[in-house]
């Protein structure tokens, strides 16, 4: 089976790879970590790159809430509830998240036998328009800790449409 000279074969090869290994790893910490840059000092290993545009540009403010608001598409706002209607419901009935009819001018957390997370209360009192507006551009921003799982409605457009098919919903 094996003999002696087989088996110091096989040890000799194992610890000459290991040699190899080890010398590659040596000749690589001495190219990668010059002398004075060891591993417990601190140093910072990067360039930065400095760029000097000019003053930044302003942002463009678009139109106003109440012209926002008075442009709203209910019938648009329908379409865009789509996006809502995998949590929430507008018959009464609760799903996921809390039924939306009347939600408009309602209380923030008062649909009854609902478990909220307790933060919305803490961003807002009533479900203004304007409270609307800002929840549905970002659920987390508005009232950090929600469970509200939803990312948010960048389009104002959006967002007035949604707020103005909701006020037709049951108050």
């Known amino acids: 089976?094996?003999?002696?000279?087989?088996?110091?074969?096989?040890?000799?090869?194992?610890?000459?790879?290991?040699?190899?290994?080890?010398?590659?790893?040596?000749?690589?910490?001495?190219?990668?970590?010059?002398?004075?840059?060891?591993?417990?000092?601190?140093?910072?290993?990067?360039f930065a790159i400095l760029v000097d545009d000019g003053p930044a540009p302003e942002a463009e403010e678009g139109p106003d809430f109440a012209t926002l608001m008075a442009a709203a598409d209910a019938g648009k706002g329908e379409k865009v509830w789509g996006k809502c209607r995998a949590c929430h419901k507008l018959d009464g009935t609760d799903g996921t998240g809390p039924h939306l009819d009347g939600v408009v001018e309602?209380?923030?957390?008062?649909?009854?036998?609902?478990?909220?997370?307790?933060?919305?209360?803490?961003?807002?009192?009533?479900?203004?328009?304007?409270?609307?507006?800002?929840?549905?551009e970002n659920p987390k921003g508005f009232a950090p800790g929600t469970t509200m799982g939803f990312a948010g409605l960048k389009k104002a457009e959006d967002r007035v449409n949604l707020i103005a098919y909701l006020q037709t919903t049951g108050n």
Request: hydrophobic share 45%.
């Open 1 to 46: 089976m094996f003999d002696t000279m087989t088996f110091t074969k096989i040890v000799g090869g194992v610890c000459g790879a290991l040699l190899i290994y080890l010398m590659g790893k040596w000749a690589a910490e001495v190219l990668y970590h010059p002398a004075g840059h060891g591993h417990g000092e601190e140093h910072a290993a990067g």
């Open 106 to 136: 309602r209380a923030v957390g008062s649909v009854a036998g609902f478990g909220y997370s307790g933060k919305l209360s803490e961003a807002a009192d009533v479900w203004t328009p304007e409270n609307l507006f800002a929840f549905l």
